[in-house]
């Protein structure tokens, strides 16, 4: 059967992002509209990674919910610390 949009490439979960920020690039947004956007699609296209990838293990229900949970905690985390150093 396959994986759902595996056959786009392996860029199709930046083209969004990489939209947003070339759209305010070239000025037709704000900056940092453009960047807000762009991070919370990127956020948004890991999530649905994350979970096609749990919802694949044989693990139990709560075991595939806690590995879930701990890998959005893991992105936030990674998302508030890059905005903290380039803030």
Known sequence: MGTPGAGRGPYSTSAWPLAFLAAAG?????????LVFAIGTMALGLAVIAFAAVARAGLPWWA???????ELLFAAVVIV????AHG
């Open 26 to 34: 070239f000025g037709w947004i704000d900056v940092t509209t453009g």
């Open 64 to 70: 595939k919910l806690a590995v879930f949970v701990g």
């Open 81 to 84: 610390v890059k905005l903290l």
